[in-house]
């Protein structure tokens, strides 16, 4: 289930393996920033269990033919989300990308 998901939450990147980045440091860092800034809840329902941090958007870096990695975004873009209700934003949402 949280593995289905990180594949779905990075999927913009066909070119590198995306999933192996959710397990580096500053990924985890930048998680926990979300974490605590939302007070280690949903910002949409509040449950506590289960919590993801979500990307808005997207960021396409043409110079680099790349996406950002994910702890390069600035926390503005990122919220705390559930799983369900993450599961919920995505089916009904596409994640914006932004060419920069
Ligand atoms: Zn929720
Ligand atoms: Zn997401």
Not at 30 to 50: E, F, H
Request: net charge positive.
């Amino acid at each position: 289930m949280g593995q289905s998901h990180q594949d779905q939450e990075f999927a913009p990147n066909k070119h590198g393996s995306y999933g192996a980045l959710l397990f580096d440091k500053r990924w985890k860092d930048k998680r926990s920033i979300i974490l605590t800034r939302d007070l280690n809840q949903c910002v949409i329902c509040g449950l506590t269990d289960n919590l993801q941090v979500h990307h808005r958007q997207y960021h396409y870096l043409t110079a680099l033919k790349k996406f950002k990695a994910p702890w390069q975004y600035s926390d503005k873009t990122l919220i705390t989300l559930c799983n369900s209700c993450h599961q919920r934003g995505h089916s009904k949402f596409k994640v914006p990308i932004i060419k920069i």
